[in-house]
């Protein structure tokens, strides 16, 4: 029966399922928004995937959706959250592709196999429903620091984030009462609780005030170099403009390799930006700071 379902069909009944696993609910409108279709084909589908996968979602009134079932499968999606995440980000409805391995455009693409940082998709389910749903989160949390000792915490997640390196989830600490990031991998396990977050994004100013970056080719740097890194980086003066969010500075300053020395004593060949406002952003990005 699987293999007999067309691929626009199939699209929809990935991203019930998907939808399910990760916002811990999946409701007709959301069905029907994602794909525009109408609200009695969203029923339609939602019907179709209830009769192939029935001990999968279970229908509650009190959302007007299917949540899924402590014995939920996949069966049409894969779930890992190495495939989830950049569908999250890029604001994709499906996985997958209907060509397998076979480039739609005839156009080869590779990347670099970086380590997986990523945790095991029920601790990352458990992250987004909170996300999705604005609830507390119970986290066992294995943080770097030494001054940290504990690794039972609570938290209220808003947002996620991915550097280029690892993912992260921006929340508030209840422990620490103010805002952090958590980095995904080092979650051990987590617990969405049904208690609402007494916080949200509005109220983490560094999440909410977006600031200027300014850059400049490093000093050291031969003429010629210095024209075609601004040409790289669409400038048509000698700065390179930014904006960015407050908590995200540090990240996208060790993204882009800029030299944050006071006297620019990091090698030009490596590090081939410097920071010109360093005063009026130091202040958020502290720990990247030479």
Not at 70 to 87: C, I, Q, R, Y
Not at 100 to 127: C, E, H, M, T, Y
Not at 191 to 219: F, G
């Amino acid at each position: 029966m699987l293999d007999g379902i067309k691929w626009a069909t199939r699209q929809r009944l990935q991203y019930i399922e998907l939808m399910a696993y990760y916002s811990g609910v999946v409701t007709r409108s959301e069905v029907a928004k994602a794909f525009g279709m109408s609200d009695a084909a969203a029923t339609k589908d939602l019907k179709l995937y209830s009769h192939i996968a029935p001990d999968n979602l279970i229908y509650k009134h009190a959302v007007f959706g299917f949540v899924p079932t402590v014995t939920f499968k996949e069966v049409f999606a894969d779930l890992s959250p190495a495939t989830v995440l950049p569908m999250i980000e890029a604001n994709l409805t499906a996985v997958g592709r209907p060509y397998q391995d076979n480039a739609v455009f005839g156009i080869p693409v590779d990347g670099l196999a970086l380590p997986s940082r990523l945790p095991n998709k029920s601790v990352l389910a458990q992250v987004t429903r909170a996300i999705h749903n604005k609830k507390k989160l119970n986290v066992n949390y294995h943080s770097l620091s030494k001054e940290i000792t504990e690794n039972m915490r609570v938290i209220e997640p808003h947002s996620l984030v991915n550097t280029g390196f690892r993912w992260h989830v921006r929340a508030y600490n209840e422990n620490s009462f103010d805002f952090r990031d958590f980095v995904l991998s080092r979650f051990e396990d987590a617990e969405c609780r049904n208690e609402p977050a007494e916080s949200s994004s509005q109220y983490d100013d560094d999440w909410v005030e977006i600031i200027t970056m300014k850059l400049t080719p490093h000093p050291k740097l031969e003429d010629k170099i210095r024209t075609s890194l601004l040409i790289d980086y669409g400038s048509d003066n000698d700065i390179i403009e930014i904006k960015i969010r407050r908590a995200l500075i540090g990240y996208l300053l060790q993204q882009l390799s800029v030299d944050t020395t006071l006297d620019h004593s990091l090698s030009p060949n490596k590090h081939q930006l410097i920071v010109l406002n360093r005063d009026e952003i130091e202040p958020f990005a502290g720990w990247v700071f030479n």
